[in-house]
């Protein structure tokens, strides 16, 4: 019988990002959320600005 | 969403308003509500105000759905009077209270002798939250959407002797099925998620190419139109996968029409089993091509070792006739002797002695030790790889064996539809040959569909492929300037996290899949006394298989069968959304884990063994169950089984204006009920009270 490659955790992709990167995840998800009961969320302009925040002017690059 | 009670006013049988019903249930002990009606009193009706309150939707078999308002209220009105007919649900959802009221209005305008409705269903819905404010909810649809979606209310409220048409749901209600499934267990918000920030990305990309050097504007550009490329053939795929669907409904439609003319009944039936056949040896053919492409790529390497095993044997055995192995004195032994100057027979070890020559000339001998070791390891790798082979030669052959099977049924079953085809075909009756030849160029243009299909898919893989290629390039290119490795930062982090949530929702769906195939087959298996097990496709299609005597293979089941495979469907979903919820409050889950299921005659064309069994296990289905079940259906085993868990019970008395109807009685609790009355007047109609336990 040939086994399953081991299962991983669903929420690791999220777990293992870089903290800028997390931070946007779990806002954009929340904001997501929150207009969930919007058919059509206009909400493009909110999550650009939450990339910006999280890549601000000031970033070591 | 857990429903506190129901109101109707003029609702179908219902004349006038009836009481407030309460629904609501305490424990998980109590929570079945049963409403007890003869055949036609309106229990039908009753699962119909939920759904066109809910949902203004039906159940299939709902007769007349545009003849909502009570006959009597209409006929006893004035002209020019306006009648209303309503529906009230009252329930909580997440530590709210909602009441929705669905109404309708008809007159009889002065001079006209039809009834004329007074615009569409209007629908109103108040909230009230922790505050204990009440709360007005616009766009009505989109907010009980939320709650329940509506693609899948009809598997929370169902008509139980229909309720087989999970199993045999066709592709496009699979498909909606699926995708209703995921939106129940939150898996939308990570949808939009990806979606938004998709387009986030592309604005991104905008703004960084009007800071960007040539380089980057120019890869930028090219990436941009094949990326525009890409969206014009996925549009086309689904263009394509319509058009499909509606050849497919076409067909079935045929299908039907043949099946209905007693000539060609029996062919078609055939037909239709031919081609269940067909899907299941399909499945099979496609599963074990996967298995055989998986036990190839992790055992196959086996199968090429023997030389070096061979090789290895004899290197250990020229070192065993050299008397080199085992080696039985370890260097280390030897250097400790040396650095001690004494030998374990004490005799001095001081350099220049004989004795310490004889010693030194152990540490060559010695220094095998190491290979030994090796030797003894490699050994049992190698036993271990040998097990290996013969498993492996096994495992293609069986799996081969069954390839060439399916094949060959494959083979048998295509010549036996090409024969009912060519059959029908030259049939002498013009209706069938007609039908038969429509049939065949519509299953020809699916092959052509399904064939661009194919090549459209192709052109969109190739495409992404040289995204991905020219993103990677771009990401190459570092931008010289603060603003533009700036913006270059922020098209790369909303990228990264389109990507991430794209992970995890494809993660969080393979995992979801695999647990509600293993509940289903749990529940299934609980219930039902046969030994077949639920498979769920790629497709979200529910069907059983069964493997005595080897492979598993679908089977034709039962409507019983397909009844509980369905009933265990349901309650996986239920199971599934509770475990979702629990274990994920910090990721989008359902924003709840409560739900109803409102069974229309749930047991109605089950034996006495699975009318038992399914009793038994209904109350655990979910956490509120609704029954609506004649006298008949009631007696006996759901009687005994469920007697003991009803919250709160109902029933409905229909009081019907002929003579020649002999009442009917129902015993509850050791009171009588009556479920048929003679009408005091003209009009029949029903009313519903409430059993009130001693």
Known sequence: ?61 | MKLQSIQLKNFRQFYGETAVLRLSTSSRNHNVVVFHGSNGSGKTALLNAFTWALYEAFTRGFQYPDQLINKRALRLAQPGEVVDAWVEVRFEHEDRHYVLRRAIEAERRPGEPEWTRLGDARASLQWCGADGKWNSQDRVGDAIGRILPADLHSYFFFDGERIERIVQASKDEQVALGEATKRLLGLEVLVRGETHLNRVRKDLEKELQGIGDPETKRLLEEKQSLEEEKEQLATRVEEIAQNIEADEARRREIDDRLRRLDEVRSIQERRDQLQREQDGRRALLTQTRTELASLVSTKGFSLFLNPAIERFRSVIESLRERGELPAGIKRQFVDDLLDSGSCICDRDLAPGYAPRQAVEAWKAKAGLGDVEEKAIRMGGEIAAIEQVIPDTLSGIDRLQRRKSTAREELARIEQELDDIKEKLENSPQEEISGLEIQRSKIREAIAQSNREHGEVSRRIRDLDEKIAELEKKRAQHQGRERRQRIAQARVDAAMNARDRIREVRELLEKEFRKKLVERVARIFSRISVTPYVPELTDEWGLRLLESAGGEPLPVAASQGESQILSLSFIASIIEQAREMQSKRAHLPGPDSAVYPMVMDSPFGSLDPVYRHQVAEHVPQLADQVLLFLTQTQWRGEVEQSLSGRVAHSYVLTYFTPRDDIQPEHIEIDGESFALVKRSPNEFEYTEICEVHYG
Not at chain 1, 32 to 59: C, F, N, W
């Open chain 1, 1 to 61: 019988m040939v086994s399953d490659s081991p299962r991983r955790d669903p929420l690791a992709p999220i777990n293992e990002a870089p903290e800028h990167v997390r931070r946007i995840i779990q806002e954009v998800l929340k904001l997501e959320r929150d207009r969930l009961y919007q058919q059509r969320p206009h909400i493009i302009d909110d999550i650009t600005r939450m990339v910006k925040d999280a890549v601000g002017e000031d970033s070591t690059l």
